[in-house]
């Protein structure tokens, strides 16, 4: 009988504990005799994986945000650092979530455990001398975007492009609905994290020219939340009433009744691309972390659905961006969203530019994780 293999894994964001999710959905029909342990969330939780520590509670994005977390990601990190030490894991699986990560990576090869890292850290956006450092501590990178495998390709061999996650999931199939049938005026998406939510919302609600429960109704207007902590902030922060008009983002079929959307950049941009829901992004960050970001990165835009098309990354972008905005942008936001309810050829092209991005994303990477993570194990 061949000996059990312990494999831990760790997913800090929400569209991270998916894609875990379905990672280890494929390696149980692959390998029966795997134990799974997490740090991650509800989805991981739904495969019986053994879940140590709830990453909800460590979900932030932002320097400022990260310092005013710090002892619950310092709690995890040392929970972490307890297991792989008690248990000594066969493979440890790191599904983005990258800071965080990258500390467990190079605590793992310290205790010669071997790591493989799936939707790889955006080095691409501001940090690629620091390739070399992150392939010392990897063994092998799963990438979820073909320009990453390039990218990756010119200091190791040991990356993968896998595919992209999303594009094994029917629920994402674009939306049937013709825009004009479609019931939900605008859909708003703050983001996953607390400090996203509390960046985002407020502003992206004036944006839609919003006071009160009564114009809610009438403009059709719905707020997506990304998992009960997300919820569970909204209530808090909205006015009271208004969790009526809050519908949970993990339900697709009530996105795809969305004619279209303002949303928070991150992995929901892709989403929404592949559901044909056209957007506008709007991001916000606390003034510090911007400050700091603005110096680092080098990319004009931040939003995914704006860095696949195109020779080079955000030569080519879909939707429009305003980052950090100020009351001059909302102003911009409410002409966009106009010229997308009343402009079909500009609406047309946002839709075959996310075609485009559809043929560009293949499916497969939940099984390809797998196979490398199965010929990874001792």
Not at 51 to 74: D, M, P
Not at 112 to 128: D, G, S
Not at 312 to 328: A, C, H, N, W
Request: charged share 25%; proline share 4%; aromatic share 8%.
């Amino acid at each position: 009988m061949n000996k059990v293999k312990n494999i831990f894994i760790i997913a800090g964001e929400p569209s991270g504990d998916q894609h875990a999710a379905n990672y280890v959905k494929e390696h149980k029909k692959m390998n029966s005799n795997i134990r799974f342990t997490a740090i991650g969330q509800q989805e991981l939780k739904k495969t019986d994986t053994k879940i140590i520590f709830n990453s909800e509670e460590i979900s932030v994005i932002g320097l400022i945000e990260v310092i005013a977390k710090y002892s619950k990601i310092r709690k995890a990190l040392n929970i972490a650092y307890d297991h792989i030490t008690r248990n000594k894991p066969d493979l440890i699986v790191l599904v983005d979530y990258v800071e965080f990560n990258l500390k467990i990576a190079k605590f793992a090869k310290k205790n010669k455990i071997p790591v493989l890292f799936y939707v790889a850290p955006q080095v691409w956006a501001w940090r690629e001398k620091r390739i070399k450092k992150i392939i010392k501590i990897v063994d092998h990178l799963a990438v979820i975007f073909p320009f990453e495998e390039r990218l990756f390709k010119k200091y190791t061999n040991n990356v993968t492009y896998v595919g992209h996650p999303l594009a094994d999931d029917d629920k994402f199939k674009p939306t049937e609905l013709k825009y004009n049938h479609r019931m939900i005026s605008i859909g708003i998406f703050p983001g996953s994290r607390e400090s996203e939510i509390r960046n985002n919302i407020f502003q992206m609600i004036d944006s839609t020219k919003i006071s009160n429960n009564d114009e809610m109704h009438t403009k059709n207007i719905k707020i997506f939340y990304a998992n009960e902590s997300s919820k569970k902030l909204l209530i808090k922060l909205l006015p009271n009433g208004w969790d009526q008009f809050l519908v949970n983002g993990m339900n697709t079929d009530e996105v795809k009744r969305c004619q279209k959307v303002i949303t928070a950049s991150g992995t929901v941009t892709l989403e929404l691309a592949i559901m044909n829901i056209p957007m506008i992004i709007m991001y916000r960050l606390s003034p510090l972390t911007y400050f700091i970001m603005k110096n680092l990165v080098k990319l004009k835009y931040i939003g995914l659905v704006n860095l696949i098309l195109g020779e080079t990354l955000g030569s080519q972008p879909v939707v429009k961006e305003f980052i950090q905005p100020d009351y001059s942008d909302e102003v911009q936001v409410m002409v966009e969203l106009q010229r997308i309810d009343t402009d079909t050829l500009y609406r047309e092209k946002i839709e075959n530019d996310y075609t485009r991005i559809r043929e560009i994303l293949k499916p497969g990477a939940a099984i390809n994780v797998a196979k490398i993570a199965n010929s990874m194990l001792r």
